[in-house]
């Protein structure tokens, strides 16, 4: 069945880009809505669909924007947590252009929402299912759908930085795996890309606390990695944030090497642009149904931080 939070959750942090406060509060929706943010802040149309074709090219984050205008970046992380955690109904209410970054990872949005609770709505959820391989690339990177049974998720990067260097992982994301294998993974970046950033007014809200900074070999972040590919897992985490944006959970294996936001919707629109390969599809009660990603997900699910 569709879900959607059973009362609303509401979190405050800074924006990862301005540096300003934010607060952001999602909001339990009716069957059918989807998901969709709103700007607070804004009169008039402020209304933003969390939709593959409302994305905008943007750097380093995932953004999306109206017909008026009307913007919200770096949703990444709680598209990504509403999609592991089940929820396919929310409105997203965000007082500003970004939504906040807090530690860098989709915890707090997953610990938030599974706090609140899930309701079931009496309609069936509608995924798509991929019915042929749609494959897009961009120099070395690439990115495909193919058919599968259920979301798989396929992720291979490669640095240079010896603290980084090549890391692959594969996770079949069905029965809540985003949760206790993904969630808690922060966003990453290198020391001399800060710099750069930050002298071209870019992530000035970003701090070690809020990001995992690599510089050569080292780390540079207190309390060093959550996971020892935490890297490789964070691309798996923004790619689910990004998949999302489909309107629907996705049956089929998502394969990446080198890639990021924009790849991801270039594949969505390539994949969209071919009614032959995808279906929408019903999704029954039962086998299929226990395959979406959180289906059965516990708050007890989520890791526990040192």
């Known amino acids: 069945m569709q879900t959607t939070i059973k009362s609303q959750v509401t979190f405050t942090g800074v924006g990862l880009h ?3 406060p934010v607060r ?4 339990p929706a009716s069957a059918e809505y989807g998901i969709w943010f709103r700007r607070s802040d804004l009169d008039g149309d402020n209304l933003i669909p969390a939709r593959w074709d ?6 380093l984050c995932t953004l999306i924007a109206n017909r008026s205008g009307a913007s919200v970046s770096t949703i990444e992380h709680v598209m990504a947590a509403l999609a592991g955690c089940g929820v396919t109904n929310a409105l997203v209410e965000v007082d500003g252009p970004e939504v906040p970054i807090l530690d860098g990872s989709a915890q707090p949005f997953v610990k938030g929402i599974l706090a609140r609770g899930l309701r079931e709505l009496a ?9 042929k391989p749609v494959e897009v690339r961009n120099g070395q990177a690439w990115a495909r759908l193919e058919p599968a049974d259920m979301l798989e998720i396929d992720f291979t990067i490669d640095f240079v930085e010896p603290a980084i260097g090549r890391q692959e992982k594969a996770l079949n994301m069905s029965n809540g795996a985003f949760v206790r294998e993904l969630c808690d993974s922060r966003t990453f970046c290198r020391q001399d890309d800060v710099e750069r950033m930050q002298a071209n007014g870019l992530a000035l809200g970003g701090t070690y606390e809020n990001a995992v900074v690599f510089d050569d070999d080292k780390v540079l972040s207190p309390g060093g990695l959550r996971h020892e590919d935490e890297a490789v897992r964070h691309k798996m985490l923004d790619a689910l944030g990004d998949l999302a944006l489909a309107g629907a959970p996705i049956l ?8 990021g936001h924009a790849l ?8 969209f642009a071919d009614p032959f390969a995808y279906r929408l599809v019903d999704v029954a009660e039962g086998i299929t149904g226990g395959k979406l990603p959180g289906v059965g997900v516990r708050r007890t699910d989520v890791p526990v931080l040192a």
């Open 18 to 20: 301005s540096g300003r």
């Open 24 to 27: 952001m509060t999602i909001h």
């Open 54 to 59: 409302a994305v905008v090219p943007s750097k």
């Open 123 to 131: 309609v069936p959820v509608r995924a798509l299912r991929i019915l």
């Open 252 to 259: 089929g294996k998502y394969t990446s090497q080198r890639g």
């Open 264 to 271: 991801t919707n270039k594949l969505l629109r390539a994949l």
